[in-house]
């Protein structure tokens, strides 16, 4: 099992000549183009089609509401205030209304949270939506990772199995399109459960981030990929520790129509069903704090092409990570972005 060269992450300038020759950059290389090229068939197999999309947007997915899991990187572009966008949803959501199959991306998004061993400033995002509720998109997600996983195998295991040490983890995901689920609620009662056989306090597992609302810390999501042995879907999460865009629940009820899969480093593709109509998408703006002056244009998407869609995206870096069975995402770009740093190339 070979290891990776320790360079400086925080300043590749001295090193990216050598890297070029470098093993492990170059079956990240060998990795990236495959999940491309994977990504690509995937999607025109089941009738996706992709999108064109800018990278520059008025209307961020994780504004600084109630939910937000990212900050977001505002610039000035000529004269306006503009964003980089972290996502494209709401550009895939219009898509459907063309695409009646759904529609797909596969390009950066940026993040105003500084790059550490889970988090990158810019990432690459394989992004889908399409009509359908929330199980339809995790029937996707999970067609999805097999798809990829086999590919990998058939292309690439050899340098994969140099530095990951092993491609079982590939294999398993490859051989199968079934990933066990559970609610937010029964992974609580699973980690309470962990954490009392262990003598720990639950807050190490999960945390109260308002009134009524909790969220995983990153230790209860890898206790729970430990407990499931691999990959599990945890579904309806409480509905204000998610963006307003996820629709809600009645069964059970007051909760997000969302779903996060998580595997290697934890959460590697987070998936969701949207509001329908102006009504829910309204009221969901108001729960969350978020002023609906900037989002008027998908308030009048819903009132004139009302559509039930779902969605994912899926962090690629992450992905690569648990590929090569890695424990930092920083090494699994070739080209890296540090907010507050001019890097070359």
Same mark, same amino acid.
């Given at each position: ?30 990795? $990236?183009?495959?999940? +491309? ?8 197999? &089941?009738? #996706? @089609?992709?999108?064109?999309?800018? !990278? ?65 400033? $810019?990432?690459?995002? +394989? ?8 199980? &339809?998109? #995790? @029937?996707?997600?999970?067609?999805? !990772? ?200």
């Amino acid at each position: 099992m070979l290891h990776k060269n320790q360079y400086d992450w925080a300043d590749r300038l001295p090193y990216f000549l050598k890297t070029i020759e470098d093993p492990w950059y170059q079956t990240v290389a060998m990795i $990236q183009d495959q999940i +491309s090229i994977l990504s690509h068939k995937f999607f025109e197999k &089941n009738k #996706i @089609k992709t999108l064109h999309l800018p !990278i520059t947007t008025g209307s961020i997915s994780s504004p600084m509401g109630l939910g937000s899991d990212s900050k977001p990187v505002e610039i000035e572009l000529f004269g306006v205030k503009t964003y980089l966008a972290d996502s494209m949803q709401f550009m895939l959501e219009y898509g459907c209304r063309i695409f009646k199959e759904g529609c797909y991306y596969l390009m950066p998004s940026f993040r105003g949270e500084n790059a550490d061993e889970r988090h990158l400033c $810019q990432f690459y995002h +394989s992004e889908a939506e399409i009509p359908g509720n929330l199980d &339809n998109v #995790i @029937k996707l997600v999970n067609s999805y !990772i097999q798809f990829l996983s086999a590919g990998l195998l058939e292309t690439c295991s050899f340098a994969i199995k140099k530095f990951a040490g092993s491609i079982t983890h590939l294999e398993k995901a490859a051989q199968n399109n079934y990933i066990q689920k559970i609610t937010f609620n029964e992974a609580i009662k699973v980690l309470e459960k962990y954490s009392s056989h262990h003598n720990l306090s639950p807050d190490h597992f999960y945390k109260v981030i308002h009134p009524d609302t909790r969220a995983l810390t990153h230790l209860g999501e890898k206790t729970l990929i430990e407990i499931y042995q691999g990959m599990i879907w945890v579904t309806h999460y409480d509905q204000l520790s998610v963006p307003f865009y996820q629709a809600i629940s009645t069964s059970p009820p007051n909760k997000a129509m969302n779903a996060d899969l998580l595997f290697g480093i934890g959460e590697v593709i987070g998936a969701g069903e949207r509001h329908t109509n102006t009504p829910e998408l309204l009221n969901a703006l108001k729960r969350h704090a978020v002023p609906p002056k900037e989002y008027q244009w998908y308030i009048e998407l819903k009132e004139k092409y009302p559509l039930k869609t779902a969605g994912f995206g899926m962090g690629v870096e992450r992905f690569i990570l648990w590929v090569l069975n890695h424990n930092d995402i920083r090494d699994c770009q070739l080209f890296p972005r540090i907010n507050g740093k001019d890097i070359v190339p």
